[in-house]
């Protein structure tokens, strides 16, 4: 199975920490990875594209390490309204996304 | 800012029933996505569409799942007879194109409720 794994969490920080979120993926053809961001019982929404070498939005970091099957998003500054699960996607052949199972963010005052 | 729709945000039926799930995808996108999230468990991709042909489907997307593309706008899934492990959260999504670098945007989900 083409699986792609994250820790469930929740991680639970305070207002202005640094979180990082780690995920694997087993397909080694995946072309492209996202991460998505998904509100409780909403739709997930792009957050950010991780390519070849990673990339930075603000206060958003994402990095994948090919060799490892390993992508990586770092969090700075955290805000209350960055609670929410934070899901890892894989673009396989076929144009499918390959979830996965989401970590859990839950940034306190 | 464009946006895919999907009609009803909830829908509960009968096992056994028949029900069409609708979704129109944002206007110039040509690819069309369904997928699934059980409450608790990952998004499941279920099927793409293109060209009025499924380009990919998954092993959950067996005989009684279809898909359709109406009209110019509308794109619904159908579930011939619906069975209590069909009850998920399922999103619509679109893309531009089917490269690698090419966002799927998602509606906001039909809830469906098999009792």
């Known amino acids: 199975r083409k699986e792609v794994e994250q820790d469930p969490g929740p991680f639970n920080v305070p207002e202005g920490a640094t979180v990082a979120f780690n995920c694997t993926y087993s397909?080694?053809?995946?072309?492209?990875f996202f991460w998505y961001r998904q509100d409780c019982r909403k739709e997930p929404k792009l957050l950010m594209s991780?390519?070849?070498s990673g990339n930075e939005d603000g206060r958003f970091t994402a990095q994948l390490n090919r060799a490892s099957q390993y992508i990586s998003l770092l969090i700075r500054d955290s805000k209350l309204s960055d609670s929410a699960t934070y899901l890892c996607?894989?673009?396989?052949?076929?144009?499918?996304?390959?979830f996965g199972g989401g970590t859990r963010l839950m940034v306190k005052p | 800012e464009p946006e895919v729709t999907q009609t009803p945000s909830h829908q509960v039926t009968q096992m056994g029933q028949e029900v069409i799930l609708r979704c129109v995808p944002i206007?110039?996108?040509?690819?069309f996505y369904w997928y699934r999230q059980i409450l608790g468990q990952k998004v499941e991709f279920l099927v793409s569409?293109?060209?009025?042909?499924?380009?990919?489907k998954s092993e959950i997307f067996d005989d009684q799942f279809s898909v359709e593309r109406p009209d110019g706008s509308n794109f619904t899934l159908k579930i011939r007879s619906t069975k209590l492990e069909d009850s998920a959260m399922y999103f619509c999504?679109?893309?531009?194109?089917?490269?690698?670098?090419?966002?799927?945007?998602f509606g906001p989900g039909t809830r469906l409720t098999v009792l």
């Open positions: 206007s110039n996108h040509l690819y």
């Open positions: 991780v390519y070849s």
């Open positions: 999504a679109s893309s531009k194109d089917r490269g690698y670098d090419n966002e799927q945007f």
């Open positions: 996607v894989a673009h396989n052949a076929g144009n499918m996304l390959t």
């Open positions: 397909n080694s053809a995946s072309q492209s």
């Open positions: 569409f293109y060209n009025n042909e499924i380009s990919e």
